[in-house]
């Protein structure tokens, strides 16, 4: 009798078919009707009335996307919404709003600075110096060198040792680095990615001389060689060789460093290369897709290794559509988990993410301004619902930053995250029917995209054939040419600008760090066992010309001081060096 009194109910309230049966869809059918009629009519009495008076500064309005943006967002565009399927609650799939249920109501994201320049002295003072202002999280930045697997004494290393992060040959340096650092209580993000297995070596040989277990490491290693193919270039070895590094890691973190987060999917590199919004969502996702399928065919089970996935993103000045995009890339992160790989555990249906506002944004015009490009990006990361979050100083358009630039950028998190309120409440912008929309369709445009990379046969596949760098060049070429042509203004650049005094206070690394660096690679070799080094670079050969997992064997040689550029060329000389084709 029951029942029948609610369908009765529910019919006479004309709510529809699908509320009482399959959902909860948020507007009724005839309510909806009405306001489209509505909203024509003041479309015609009043906004038409306006327009003639006061012209519209565009006649179209898009993201960075180009997803068109309507004037005004009501009920009629989200419609088909359905509260518990779409967005439903957070800590609960499909994590749209957040994969923790209180979020930031327990717990601030990390708060990470990027950090790493010169000497292993030099940047180890940088991060007690971060620590003590209230940093709550490591960021280590490597210069190029130690990026593709070269030591500093290498010819190729000349003019680049510790200028663009800390120079690290072997196990002797990261134990400097992270000197009076107890890695128990600290968490550690490295980016690094060719050579990700040996730096990741040395940070457990590191936290063992501290007397740390490796099941109590928490941290993660960037491990993302498919987007250096894609946008970034810093690769050593062909795509298979890599990605079987990048599964040895997931195998041996399993089961000895099980809080570590073995990959973080980076979408940052390719926003900062110039794709768009969506694109950074579907070819992130795409690598990661790709990611999963290698880890599985080498015969992991996916809810072993799939919880401990991270994903690195970028934030842009758009800042709803950011916020839009975060949300997006969670609840399809779920789906693709949860339906293409079936995945169990719930865990592992979730996208973890760290955030960096976008270094291609700031300018060396006006450079104050960039505080406040990186305070809108901020507040999209953590509006979006972060894990852990880096904000550029304001200088690094001219440099590496300084100590007072550094403190800035970390005040910013910190004024957030306390005086701003937006952490009070779960997901604040849900419910907005622009964010709604916009969230809807960047997860719909992003999956065409990852349809068709699955179509050219994955990932690899795809840039194999240039078609992710391409669309990433032609978007990068698009929004350049409205710069020039002031369809698309960046203050200080294009319009508002003055004349400046280009005598800045900025970070010099002195050239004397790569003599020094030198000098010490050259003591650390004629002071270790060197028949003991050759012996286990050996061993390190014939593993990787048999189907055994390298990082025992990476860690051993580590351990006795063989060098980062020695073990890299041991790998060099059985997997080869990948030449990336030109893409026109």
């Known amino acids: 009798m029951y029942n029948i009194i609610v369908y009765r109910e529910l019919f006479m309230k004309r709510i529809s078919f699908k509320y009482w049966i399959g959902g909860w869809q948020m507007f009724d059918d005839e309510k909806l009707k009405n306001l489209k009629s509505s909203k024509e009519e003041w479309q015609k009495k009043t906004i038409d009335k306006a327009i003639k008076r006061f012209p519209e500064r565009k006649e179209k309005f898009s993201t960075t996307s180009e997803i068109e943006v309507e004037r005004l967002y009501t009920p009629e565009n989200i419609g088909d919404l359905d509260y518990e399927k779409d967005l439903g609650y957070p800590g609960e799939y499909p994590y749209t709003r957040g ?189 990661g897709i790709a990611y999963v399928e290698a880890a599985i065919e080498a015969g992991l089970d996916v809810d072993d290794f799939a919880p401990r996935l991270s994903f690195f993103f970028n934030a842009h000045n758009d800042l709803l559509e950011e916020v839009a995009k975060f949300r997006a890339a969670r609840r399809l992160w779920a789906k693709i988990m949860k339906e293409r790989f079936n995945a169990k555990n719930e865990k592992s249906m979730r996208l973890k993410f760290h955030t960096q506002t976008a270094g291609s944004t700031l300018t060396a015009q006006q450079p104050d301004n960039n505080i406040i490009r990186v305070t809108i990006q901020t507040l999209a990361a953590v509006l979006g619902g972060t894990q852990s979050l880096h904000t550029n100083s304001k200088d690094e358009a001219l440099a590496l930053p300084t100590e007072d630039a550094v403190r800035i950028a970390l005040r910013t998190q910190q004024i957030v995250a306390h005086e701003s309120g937006v952490t009070e409440t779960i997901d604040p912008l849900a419910g907005s029917y622009y964010i709604e929309s916009l969230t809807n369709e960047m997860e719909k445009r992003a999956m065409e995209y990852i349809k068709k990379i699955d179509e050219l046969g994955g990932t690899p596949k795809a840039i194999e054939k240039g078609y992710i760098q391409k669309e990433i060049q032609n978007s990068a070429y698009k929004y350049q040419m409205e710069i020039e042509s002031n369809d698309r203004i960046v203050v200080g650049v294009n319009k508002f600008y003055i004349e400046e005094d280009h005598k800045k206070d900025i970070l010099r690394v002195d050239p004397e760090v790569e003599k020094l660096q030198n000098e010490k690679l050259s003591k650390l070799k004629s002071e270790r066992d060197s028949e003991k080094v050759q012996n286990i670079l050996k061993e390190l050969k014939k593993a990787a010309n048999e189907d055994k997992n390298l990082m025992p064997y990476i860690l051993s040689a580590v351990k006795e001081y063989a060098t980062l550029g020695e073990i890299c060329d041991v790998l060099r000389s059985v997997f080869g060096e990948y030449e990336q084709s030109v893409i026109l």
């Open 99 to 287: 994969v923790q249920p209180t979020m930031y109501r327990g717990r601030l994201w990390t708060m990470r600075q990027y950090a790493g320049f010169a000497t292993a002295e030099e940047s180890n003072k940088r991060y007690k110096y971060l620590l003590e202002q209230g940093q709550t999280g490591l960021s280590v930045a490597f210069d190029l060198p130690t990026q593709i697997g070269y030591d500093s004494d290498h010819p190729l290393s000349a003019g680049e040792v510790g200028k663009v992060g800390v120079a690290i040959d072997s196990l002797k340096d990261m134990e400097i680095l992270f000197d009076g650092i107890p890695l128990d209580k600290v968490s550690t993000s490295m980016t690094i990615n060719a050579p990700a297995s040996v730096l990741l070596a040395m940070y457990i040989a590191v936290a063992e001389k501290q007397g740390v277990s490796q099941d109590k490491l928490r941290g993660t290693i960037q491990n993302d060689i498919l987007k250096e193919y894609i946008a970034r270039g810093t690769y050593i070895f062909p795509p298979e060789p890599s990605m079987r590094l990048i599964t040895d890691v997931f195998e041996y973190c399993s089961r000895n460093v099980p809080k570590w987060n073995t990959i973080s999917i980076s979408g940052y590199h390719i926003r900062e290369a110039g794709a768009t919004a969506v694109q950074e969502i579907a070819f992130t996702l795409a690598d």
